[in-house]
């Protein structure tokens, strides 16, 4: 088994996958359950599901889409999208999915992370913190739903999350969305070397070597990424695709002995 995930992140909008450029630009990609039968024929490690929509609609997650996902998956699954009551997450967790995550949430009620882990463990709960940078190159936290940057230090935000007993955090780089040119190694390397907790890359990633640079230099836990997995050639022809184990194998063995 390797010792570092790799996981697509898929991207629903009306019940269908696409995938984003700088959160903006919303491609259509193709049908979820179709992707969900490709990666598990591609023993993927895990796989993320966003609802992008959901906040924005000021809406619940979609229970029946959901229920349809657990049910076909055959490898571990987070969900994401429009969480805002422990109610919903133990319906999630009911319908076979393993993990959660929380973005607008655990910004606007704290006390719903503390709840979720006594509840459910800090294993299940993931936090999704999406970073721009501003015109002066400040990291800073991005609020999707308002389109806004927030005028609080990212560092002390991502130790709160930490502090509450959240289990992962996965950082996203606004900035890098789907330009599939690599991850950010600066931001990523202060979150790694300020919380003891796994940090996942999400944002940039366009080849192997760009997984392997996140863990060889910032140190992350795991890497996600989206335009990797669906996107073929220098004209983004979409074919849904996920590296063989031993190409991984061998890549982060690499990593590993150097």
Do not use: W
């Not at 179709?34 to 490690?45: C, H, M, Y």
């Not at 995550?101 to 800090?122: C, H, R, T, W, Y």
């Not at 849904?240 to 590993?256: M, R, S």
Request: net charge neutral; proline share 3%.
């Amino acid at each position: 088994m390797l010792r570092v995930r790799v996981i697509p992140v898929l991207l629903l909008h009306n019940k269908g996958l696409v995938k984003t450029i700088k959160f903006k630009e919303p491609k259509y990609v193709g049908d979820p359950i179709n992707a969900i039968k490709i990666f598990n024929e591609k023993e993927v490690d895990e796989l993320i599901f966003l609802d992008i929509d959901a906040s924005k609609e000021h809406r619940g997650p979609d229970f029946e889409l959901i229920e349809a996902f657990a049910s076909e998956c055959f490898m571990p699954v987070c969900y994401g999208g429009g969480i805002t009551k422990i109610e919903e997450i133990k319906k999630i967790f009911s319908l076979g999915i393993e993990k959660v995550s929380l973005n607008l949430s655990a910004l606007e009620n704290p006390n719903l992370i503390k709840e979720a882990v006594d509840i459910f463990g800090s294993q299940s709960i993931v936090v999704t913190v999406d970073i721009k940078k501003s015109l002066f190159g400040k990291y800073q936290i991005y609020n999707h739903k308002t389109k806004k940057t927030l005028n609080k230090n990212y560092l002390e935000y991502i130790k709160e999350l930490e502090n509450l007993g959240v289990g992962e955090i996965l950082i996203n780089s606004v900035d890098l969305d789907g330009t599939m040119k690599g991850y950010d190694i600066k931001l990523l390397k202060s979150v790694a070397e300020n919380v003891k907790i796994p940090v996942i890359a999400c944002g940039g990633a366009g080849k192997l070597e760009d997984f392997k640079e996140a863990v060889q230099k910032a140190k992350v836990s795991a890497v996600a990424a989206g335009s990797f997995f669906v996107f073929q050639g220098k004209h983004r022809a979409v074919l849904i695709t996920y590296p063989k184990y031993d190409e991984l194998l061998g890549l982060f063995e690499g990593e590993k002995d150097e």
